[in-house]
């Protein structure tokens, strides 16, 4: 009779700390998706890049039509390149209304695409790793961005996920800087 | 103990890139002993904001409006190229 009631008990401890890890992982990995780590990718313009981008986004349920001219339009009047050291940097994104689902999607450019620098709006930033943003909650997602952004200034970190030859790999990498 | 200064990050979408730069700054000025209040708006509320600070740090292109506050540019606080000097101009600002 003890043996169930023992059973029972490690049932429950096991079910409530997968359950506790999902939640962890949830908050990480609600946003990266192995099917948004794109390698080798290549546009011919920003506008391509981006329209391409977010129609993958749009494909996978995770953005309304509306997101692609959204992104477009907001990189026209507040760019996002940055002109970081290693690799440099852009992250487009657009305002919550336009997204179903939040997610990142990153894409790492074989050849760079030239965006207008964030600030500024003036310096051109030839940028070869992409990180586009479908936040539908900013204050629940802001710390993960934080954390995302805190690897711009850190030129190993960002040479490290550009030179990174599987999506695994990518994957691995900005959950570690992400958790 | 100097008056505290109130500064002001503003971006695009009040997404995320002004809440990260103000965190920053917040972190960098209690090292240095700044008394200051850092808050992060989207660039719609700017306008109804930016009477009632001290120092602005922009992260948009400033072309558009002079608001006719110290400013300073939030960049630097998001890549780390050139973050020092920026800082100074910051501490230079709440000096006065």
Redesign the interface.
Known sequence: MHYIGIILALTYIHIEHLVKEQIVMDENEVLLHEDLILLNYEAESKEELLENLSKILKEKGYVKDSFSEGVLQ?EI???TG????GVKVA?P????IHVEKPAILVALLNKPVSFK??????KDVEAKLIFM?A?KN?SR??QT??KL??I???KDKLLSIYNSTTTKEVIDKLSKILS | MSKMKRIIVA???????S??VA?KIESMCEDEGLNVNVDAVD?KSLESFIDQCDIYV??????LKDWGKPTI???PF????G?DEEFDKLKEMCQK
């Open positions: 907001r009047i507040y760019p940055l002109n970081t050291a992250i994104h657009t305002d919550a620098e964030m600030g500024s709006g003036v943003l936040i900013p997602q802001v961005l934080g952004m805190s711009f200034s850190e | 971006c695009g979408s009040g997404v995320a890139t809440q990260t965190s660039i922009s992260i948009v292109p400033t072309g540019s939030g960049i998001l890549t780390g190229i973050i």
